[in-house]
């Protein structure tokens, strides 16, 4: 059974930084992209990035491109979000997911996903 679980989420003040981690368990996902949503209240679902669990280049929405970087930890069977500068508009629920393609740029057809991790950012 496939299971992802976020973690590392919290309150920051705005300028903050906060590493979120997705920890992966149940399969191999060496062929699997792994994305970031996020979704703030009373706001649709939004693309933050991706990246191929087996590493490489990620894709960053603008909204945080030059602010939140998504690497790998394959030792530890994680990907992780680290956000710098963050803002008072990034205050959402994080989730992460996963899928059996490698188009890890495009924010559709993800099947797996995690309970999500809270992130406020105070002003």
């Known amino acids: 059974q496939v299971q992802l679980v976020e973690s590392g989420g919290g309150l920051v003040q705005t300028g903050g930084s906060l590493r979120l981690s997705c920890a992966a368990s149940?399969?191999?996902?060496?062929?699997?992209?792994i994305g970031w949503f996020r979704q703030a209240p009373g706001k649709e679902r939004e693309f933050v990035g991706g990246?191929?669990?087996?590493?490489?280049?990620?894709h960053y929405a603008d909204s945080v491109k030059g602010r939140f970087t998504i690497s790998t930890d394959n030792a530890k069977d994680a990907v992780l979000l680290q956000m710098n500068s963050l803002k008072p508009e990034d205050t959402a629920v994080y989730y992460c997911a996963a899928k059996p393609h490698p188009d890890y740029w495009r924010p559709y057809e993800y099947k797996y996903w995690g309970q999500g991790t809270q992130v406020t950012v105070s002003s």
């Open positions: 149940g399969r191999t996902f060496s062929t699997y992209a």
């Open positions: 990246i191929m669990w087996k590493g490489g280049s990620a």
